[in-house]
């Protein structure tokens, strides 16, 4: 096995020991460290050594550029970028100027025709980038360059049209979209000198929902050289997905890695695996956390409320725990899951509602706010997008509903006291309004309401905070044939309740 350790078009040299050496490990030369043995012998040849591997870093953000002035760059093959996985890795300034210059070669290029208009000219470099910008992103069309800043008004940047907004610089698209434009502008521009090469991207999921990450693999599959192979670091199911339809169709195209289960204190040997349900179990736990452990529900309720980071997040992904406990008895083949804001349970950001029905398909989304300070109008545009939204205020409203109060104080024994702990109610709200807040946000005075329960009820165990004590204490109150049911019940599933 031959020792290769070439890197983005340079050998490793001035290697950071502090980096590369594993902690308790005796020390070992860099020639000790990396073996990369090749289907083929490697070449001789010094360039053709240069080009074997191509690797991005996942620090690949670049937010804006402007380029004033520039001379021509050298080959991307003698390039010293990124000589470790944590360094930063921005290419679109660099890429934009070898387009200028490989633009400005052709009208000098003897093999092409005199009469070859200025637009054909132009899109020989950027219409491979125009076509697959677009292939994702429907309504983004790659319009051109703006040459240098200190030609007229235009900037030294790229120039869209989006939607109806022409001349939309690069500044200004959103990170998706800023992430994917990145990845296809370096495979249109390296591919012609990376073009035997093992691409190596790590993390290509960055900013990107799971939907747009299958579109971008296709597309740079489609972009790459024929002889290239593309190596990806990833837990997306977005791009894991992707993969998996393709080594469907072309299973001796697609090689699944898996590191998980192995103990890198010891030697280890990695093999290819075949996807089988226990992967993508797991896969699933890395990738969608809890959402791994839906058993494929008819219908998922994407709510507000910050999602768990973990088994131990108590404090995570409240409104999802009292709604599945509401609901759960009735509805057992319906879930919830808490998704963040409510803006992020609208948009869904994080891409779930679209890797849920990947996973499950023909599961129904459906996405529940909080009322808040919303105006009806407000509200009618929402509903007509789809999105449900609470009659309260909040779901704190219901759970600290009347009749809710008066189920705890019967199932404390307290029947009698019924009045007692309204009134504890009113007060605690009173209190709250007399501090600037309003009348109907529930949850201000949840607090209050809590503690004067407790008190007054004599209850040991209600939930050491005001969530818990909703969540755990009051969320199981609310039952099937009480008013409060039924009203909410109208709100979240009301094609299940005949409303």
């Known amino acids: 096995m031959k020792n290769w350790h070439y890197w983005n078009g ?12 594993k902690v308790g490990t005796p020390t070992r030369s860099i020639d000790d460290h990396v073996f990369v043995n090749f289907h083929e012998p490697i ?3 010094a360039t053709a050594k240069k080009k074997l591997v191509y690797a991005r870093t996942a620090f690949r953000n670049e937010a804006d550029f402007n380029i004033s002035s520039f001379s021509r760059l050298d080959s991307p093959l003698n390039e010293n970028r990124a000589s470790r996985m944590i360094d930063t890795d921005a290419t679109v300034s660099q890429n934009y100027q070898r387009l200028i210059m490989q633009t ?10 005199e009469d070859m208009p200025r637009s054909e000219l132009r899109d020989r470099i950027i219409g491979r980038a125009r076509t697959a910008v677009s292939s994702i992103f429907p309504d983004l069309v790659l319009d051109g360059v703006g040459g240098l800043a ?19 610089l690069y500044k200004n698209l959103s990170a998706g979209e800023k992430s994917a434009f990145d990845l296809l502008l370096d495979c249109v521009i390296k591919s012609s000198y990376f073009d035997d090469s093992v691409w190596c991207i790590d993390e290509p999921e960055t900013h990107l929902n799971s939907r747009v990450q299958s579109l971008l693999l296709h597309a740079m599959l489609q ?27 072309q299973p001796d195209d697609v090689c699944f890695i898996d590191l998980e289960g192995h103990d890198f204190d010891q030697a280890v040997v990695i093999e290819p695996v075949k996807p089988s349900r226990e992967f993508w179990s797991r896969t699933l ?19 507000e409320g910050r999602p768990q980071t973990g088994a131990n997040d108590v404090k995570a992904a409240f409104d999802a725990a009292c709604y599945r406990t509401i609901f759960s008895e009735k509805y057992p083949d319906v879930d919830f899951v808490s998704v963040g804001s409510a803006s992020e349970a609208v948009n869904d950001r994080l891409g779930v509602a679209h890797a849920l029905q990947t996973i499950t398909p023909g599961t129904v989304i459906n996405r529940l706010i909080d009322r808040d300070s919303r105006s009806q109008q407000e509200i009618e545009i929402l509903e007509q997008e789809g999105t449900r939204v609470l009659g309260r205020r909040h779901l704190e409203a219901y759970l600290l509903d009347d009749e809710v109060i008066e189920a705890l104080c019967r199932e404390a024994g307290m029947g009698a006291k019924v009045a007692d702990a309204l009134e504890v109610k009113q ?16 949850k201000r005075a949840a607090g209050s309401i809590r503690d004067g329960l407790r008190k007054l009820l004599s209850l040991a165990t209600p939930g050491s905070t005001p969530d818990a004590f909703l969540r755990d204490t009051m969320a199981p109150l609310v039952r099937e044939g009480m008013a409060v049911y039924s009203e909410l019940e109208a709100i979240v599933l009301p094609e299940e309740s005949g409303s």
């Open 285 to 303: 736990r890395v990738a969608l956390g809890d959402l791994a452990a839906l058993v494929a529900p008819s219908r998922v309720i994407l709510c």
């Open 150 to 168: 200190s030609a007229g008004s235009l900037q030294g940047s790229f120039y869209f049209t989006k939607g109806e907004s022409a001349g939309f």
């Open 427 to 442: 007060r605690a709200i009173a209190d709250s309004v007399a501090r600037g807040n309003d009348a109907d946000d529930v």
């Open 223 to 249: 972009l790459l050289p024929e002889n290239c192979q593309l190596w990806l670091a990833s837990h997306s199911i977005g791009f894991m997905k992707q993969a998996w339809e393709l080594s469907r169709a």
């Open 43 to 45: 070449p001789d040849d």
């Open 104 to 113: 400005v070669d052709g009208v000098f290029d003897s093999s092409l025709s």
């Open 10 to 21: 340079g050998v490793l040299t001035g290697i950071e020991e502090a980096y590369i050496q």
